[in-house]
């Protein structure tokens, strides 16, 4: 089935640090792929997403690529400020089976001043 | 745009009681999906619909657990008896169709606290 591995956290960095949170998947047909952050508090929402293989979705400067060569997403920022502390999800929605979203376990961010 | 309105957003009780929760999706989204988020298990999928009717409820932990959608603008997630162990956060969740391009718009969760 369906499946979605990401980096475990948490990843603590110092402001203005480049931050790369890998994400890997398994999956038949052709998904879309997903990040979503959930701040304290609050729930999940969509960050940026990726429909088709060689799309890069981007979003408050972060960006990922969806790589079907090496069925990855990885989500990068060139420069992290402390209100990204956020905890990140990596999803996937399958193009069959009812349509079913499959989330990674979650990488918590700590950006440091 | 209003989003998903979860109700209550705090619900502290004791076990044995029957707890309630309620959902009200985006006006035009017809998939709407319950999740249960703790520490120990991250976030799990516990029903979803389309168009009001179940499509999976392989993830209801137990019979305690029960769903409905009467129709398209709202939804309940009952847990009778209540124990400690059903504690966590539970998040709803709506989506515009069933197709795989579309992304999930979450509720700001109820917190449960089973005491």
């Known amino acids: 089935g369906n499946s979605v591995t990401q980096m475990e956290g948490p990843v603590t960095l110092s402001e203005e640090a480049f931050l790369t949170i890998n994400c890997t998947y398994t999956?038949?047909?052709?998904?879309?792929l997903f990040w979503y952050v959930q701040y304290p508090g609050e729930g999940l929402q969509l960050l940026l997403k990726?429909?088709?293989?060689?799309d890069k979705g981007s979003n408050k400067g972060f960006e990922a690529t969806y790589r079907k060569e090496t069925t990855s997403f990885h989500l990068e920022k060139g420069s992290v400020q402390v209100s990204d502390s956020a905890v990140y999800f990596c999803a996937l929605r399958g193009d069959t089976g009812g349509f079913k979203t499959i989330f990674g376990a979650g990488t918590r961010l700590f950006v440091k001043a | 745009d209003a989003g998903v309105i979860q109700s209550p957003r705090h619900e502290v009780t004791e076990m044995g009681q029957e707890v309630t929760l309620r959902c009200k999706p985006i006006s035009g989204h017809n998939s709407l999906f319950w999740y249960r988020q703790t520490m120990m298990r991250g976030l799990e999928l516990l029903i979803y619909f389309n168009n009001n009717v179940p499509i999976d409820d392989s993830g209801m932990p137990e019979d305690r657990f029960s769903a409905k959608m009467p129709n398209a603008s709202f939804s309940t997630l009952k847990i009778q008896p209540s124990e400690p162990r059903d504690s966590a956060v539970y998040f709803c969740?709506?989506?515009?169709?069933?197709?795989?391009?579309?992304?999930?718009?979450f509720g700001d969760g109820t917190r449960l606290s089973i005491l």
């Open positions: 999956a038949t047909g052709y998904p879309s």
């Open positions: 990726a429909t088709k293989a060689d």
């Open positions: 969740a709506s989506s515009p169709r069933g197709e795989s391009n579309q992304p999930q718009h």
